[in-house]
DNA sequence: TTTAATTGTGACTTAAAGTCCGTTGACTTA
DNA sequence: TAAGTCAACGGACTTTAAGTCACAATTAAA
């Protein structure tokens, strides 16, 4: 699984954490709602200013984000 | 401070522990060395790919990479 | 079973990422 | 003082992510 998959699977899960549509997200973080569905589905190279911007939106730090068996080794 | 700043703190960091000049990582990371400096300095907004290409060359899991103060709620 | 909300896709432009060439200055050691 | 390593920087490129759009497809709910 590619880095861009482990982080578009870690947004969705927080993302339905908050309840949130990919609309309203998208809103909260400032960025267009089908860029952000591109990244939730693992088609985007995102950018750690995106991430960011999203990690912000979903109330959360880098540091808790990727706090997740997800980005443990291999 | 940005995110990009404090990646750029964080690879600096985690590259002196292991002794590596910039060029030995930027080749070991297969990325450019005049990029690596930029990023290193908070110049670049780097993408997922290259941040996972560099914690490979570091040792180190995405998760662990994050695990640091650096990234905490301000 | 139509309507409405939500998510996905392809294609596109443009702004920036990333590379490759080199130079410079600081520091170290022979 | 010459030679080497290292980090930072710059110009000129090529490549790619960011950002947007119209529309299709899926799901929920009425």
Redesign the interface.
């Known amino acids: 699984m590619?880095?861009?998959l482990?982080?578009g699977k870690r947004i969705l899960h927080l993302r339905n954490d908050l309840g949130l549509s990919q609309e309203k997200l998208a809103l909260k973080a400032d960025i267009d709602r089908t860029y952000l569905t591109g990244v939730e589905n693992g088609k985007r190279?995102?950018?750690?200013?995106n991430?960011?911007k999203i990690c912000k939106a979903l109330e959360?730090?880098?540091?808790d984000?990727?706090?997740?068996n997800l980005?443990?080794?291999n």
Chains 1, 2 share one sequence.
Do not use: G, P
Request: hydrophobic letters at 50%; a neutral charge; proline letters at 0%.
């Open positions: 590619t880095a861009q482990k982080v190279n995102i950018s750690i200013k991430i960011e959360i730090s880098l540091k984000f990727f706090n997740d980005f443990d080794l």
